[in-house]
């Protein structure tokens, strides 16, 4: 595993780079949000999680489902770049007989976990995960990324309460905080607020990061659980498009695909460094 | 047929330590027995049906096999989504358990009535779906279930159901079992039906109409060669159901028939109309509103093959 110290500038602008051209060439949806998560993926697969891409079903690996399944393109140049599959499948992203469809799909290459796309069930699958791992006591962890917007479904809320109550401290939850949703800004469309005063109600330990310091990403994920018996959330402050500067806090881009104008300048700002 | 259902899961999770079984808040004074013996294997996680299906996903893919129980359509309807990717789309060992089939909480109202169930589950990949007759084809079908890989969703009755079958049949999923085997006309019936059809096909005998009766447990898949052995042997094929008009057992008999008939068979479907019922009553009255008590359905089939002798 490269040491993450001195690759936290090269790793994202990497995964970066993938996400803009596999969505170039799909001309798809999602990119900002895919944008978004760059960084907590990062800390997580090349830091965090307990994994062997050599033997992704291991018994007793760290499970990670990404709930917010539309930011996949994010997971699967994450997983490439981490070992897990071969670089030329990025390619086939959203392709016709490609293998990499446009939210996250279980057994289209190894390392994704559990299939999402619709929002509001990872957190349950995690839970479900979670408390067959505390039953049997088994020692691997969960971790859930879920979108802000996807807050807005009450299946989220089901699963809070449940893994609140069964004292699911190998259970955590990272929230991508963009506060930005399909038709504008969380505040206007479903105010999600006080989001993590929400979270503590539900029984969770929760602590608020800025979702692009790899620092505090790291420390943060490093130290949960954050209490015994609590499952941990981490409101991830983040920026949608974050890293292209004409895409960042817009919502426009979590629909539009960029052009080849718009590609190339994507590529100079997240520097040509292959 | 809950008796039947709990009494044979606690013997298979006795002997299969990966048996889990979950309930939404249901099935007070009947799971306690699993709950008491298999604590560590037993989660009742609240009214909260979506959640469980997930939590169910996250135990089948952590090598467990879970039987979630709820009424009818708590546990297909309320959570059809995460029965679709959480269960189907993935291909997961869950085995969905739905108590009250059909009419079996007639008071209760349109809310607790599981009319469109067969209809939605059968329309998903990789999904089994059994519904049992009688308490001896209800322990077969959970043993079966639990030795099948892949999801399953098993349609029971409530209690005090009737035992049909003397004796244990041979039981296979996707295979019907022939109880009768008249050659002038055949009733296909399925779920908690099928004592009615027996009664009925006492009758229609006792009338001198030779009358086959197939228990059709399994409606998905459903057991081509037996529907047109049926067809081919017998010259009129009747279904029978607890489940709406549209797209349950009768529907694929019909799609059977339609597209493999190799001779003109006539074909009705009794079941409940397409349409909720305004009237309160019990299954028993319910089912006589439909037109599906014992005497109205002999007097339909009667008359339908005195008409066309």
New interface residues.
Partial sequence: MPKLAENYEKLPREIRRRIVRMVFRSQTSHIGSALSVVDILTVLYFKILSIDPKNPQAEDRDRFILSKGHSCAALYATLALRGFFSEEILESYCQDDGRLPGHAT?HCVPGV??????L??G???????????K?ANQKYRVFALLSDGECDE??VW??A??AG?HKLDNLTAVIDRNRIQAFGSTDQVLDLEPLADKWTAFGWAVRKIDGHDYVQIEETLADVPFEPKKPSAIIAQTIKGKGVSFMENKLAWHYKSPNAEQLAQALAELGDIE | MRIAFIKTLCELAERNDQIWLLTGDLGYSVLEQFANRFPDRYLNVGVAEANMIGIAAGLALSGRVPFVYSIVPFVTMRCFEQVRLDVCYQNLNVKLIGVGGGLCYGTAGASHHSLEDVAITRALPNMTVVCPGDPIETQAAIRASASRTGPVYVRLGRSREPVVHPSPPEFRIGTGITIYGGNDITIIATGNLLASAKSVADELNVRSIATRLISMHTVKPIDKDLILKAAQETRAVFTIEEHSVIGGLGSAVAEVLAENGTRKVLFRRLAIPDAYFQEVGSQEYLRHKAGLSVGQITEYISNIVRQRK
């Fill in positions: 279980m976990e559990v299939s999402t796309g619709s509001g069930h957190l349950a699958i995690g839970s479900g995960m979670a408390i067959a791992a039953r009450g299946s089901e699963a309460m449940f109550h």
